[in-house]
């Protein structure tokens, strides 16, 4: 017979964790994906992966990190596929928008950061809304703080020369 | 406004929209983890499976709920359709899985454990990076070993995406696919034939396997205990490994599985100096890269940063993730197209019919030539690309190794031109992947 797998015990830690990143998690979603509601859908759907997981992912040095990974990994996916939906989330909340919208400028900057190819986009959201250092992105992306680092030079000057075009053609 | 600036306010509003988020309740997120569980098996399956040797791996993408045998019982069948029509998830007890993979699959890394040999890492470098687009997408997901301690000779690798979630040019593609290999024919066959994707890979045995996927509670496992006895067992929801055959200590390595060709061979349009077109041959596929799954070429003497980018390029190029191949190069990829980006070529090219991936992974699957340049040792594919003298003079091997991708005309163009101009690959030893191009 398969061995049982162990039961997850959930902690208060874990509630304290779901609180504590919630937001930042949704942060990062919308401005990957750019659409409010798909971003809670990913920050639940990761969330809810933790909580299943989290005898084990909270014994890693970075919980914090598998979280932004899983979300990063998945606002990609969903762009990857173009869906509309992001299928097999369990909604919490009705399916409403629950975060106010971007201001127009900033709607654009994260239009145009969606567009750099991925790990760029990745990199930039990680740095400027997470503020984390290239040591902390790379964990997250799993690569080295000089491919980090790489990814956000060329993230910044492709997406200076989009800016610049946008602004001479407004 | 500078770039850095209109970042850093554009991070501000972000801050500000999402200071007023909070979080669900955490009951709520308890009972949605809960209901996820009870999820029936493979209710927005895509799959990935390869398959091998005698043991088959299936499922179901439209959610319909299997119905295996009840729990006890052993099913004895030869037919293989009739028993993979009903199969749910394959694994015998995991019990004796090595550390690493019980690892894996509560983390649900999805690699499979193998055993060393160099085209066995190339596959599970290959997987290990699928894992970051399919944890949490799909609900099963089988990774087969080849060929290991099963009596029959058949030796087939069989590759499909498939579902809604399926990347690139198979996104919508969805159906039950049941894998069913017909020794007679040689052949394998899916469900939906359209979304075919089956090629002819190595023959090794011994890799272990690994199943990542979510099952209902009245789901079944079954045991293979031989190519055709199976038992059923309950299982319980979680996460699941599979193995085949016995452990392995060692893995063999033996021909390809069936012979000739699979694919007609490419034949070249135009002449010689000219950008080389490459026609469909009436095979129905969304990425030509699927068309063909390398191989028992040995790597051994390739450095392991180099193993690691074809790694990367078999994968995403066998998929059509043409933003993810273009990664691999990033902006020093050069690479023959007339779009701003490789990746908008590419999509051009595979929409119209000409199959640059396929191409591409055959070209990597060929023998490997080395370059030295004034910054190192460049590895070029194929090995003709890399001789220096006339096309008289090049080795007999080289040019047999062409034969899998160009015709006796195409070669011939080669020769009246001088040497081989055809498509080719470039990866530096440290792993930069430099040109996929063609032509003079």
Redesign the interface.
Known sequence: ?????PLIA?TED??AF??RQ???A??VA??LTGRRHVA?EIA??A???G???WE?VSRYDKPDAWLR??VV??S??VL????TEV??I?R??GGVD??????P??SD??NE?RAL???QAQA?ALF??EDLSLDQIADVL?CSPGTVK?HLR?G?VR??RK?QTWKEEA | M???D??????Q????????????P?A???R??R???V?VTV??AAAVFMLVGGAVVLFNGNGTTLEPAGPGETTTTTNEAAVFSNLNLI?P???DMPDMALEAA???LLYPIHAGRRDTDLASTAFDQQR??F???I?VLVLGQIGSGWPSPRAYVLRGVFG??A?SGL?GQQGDCIVVIDEEEDAASCGHASQQHISWGRQTSGAWTLVYGRVSPDAR?VTLTSASERSW?P??D???FAKFGPPVDTIEYASYGPQGEVIDRLALEGEAGEELAVPMQDIDASCSGGLYYPSTYPRDDLPEPVVQTLAKIMLFGSRC?F??L??VG??DLTASFGGARPSEYWTQAEGAGERPMYVLMKLLDMPHGTIETEEGTLYVWPSAHAHQGSWETMPKEDVDALRSLYSEADLQGFADFGGYIGYRVGISADGDWSFFVAGD
Do not use: C
């Open positions: 017979m398969p061995r049982p797998l959930v874990f509630e779901y609180k919630y937001p930042r949704v942060g919308y401005a809670e639940q759907d969330f809810i992966a909580y299943r997981r084990r990974r899983v990994n998945r990609t996916s990857r596929r173009g869906v299928k097999a369990r919490l909340r629950h975060i106010p919208e971007l201001e400028d900033a900057v994260w950061v190819p991925r790990r930039i400027y809304l799993e790489t060329r910044r997406l200076g800016l | 500078n770039t850095e209109r970042l850093r306010n554009a991070s509003d972000m801050d500000r929209v999402t200071a007023s988020v909070t979080a669900p955490v709520d997120l308890r949605s983890a209901m996820q569980a999820v209710a927005t694994f007890d995991p019990s509560n983390e649900s970051e687009y944890e949490g997408e609900d809604e979630n990347p996104a496992v067992q299982v319980r979680g996460y699941f993730w933003d993810d273009e990664d990033g902006d």
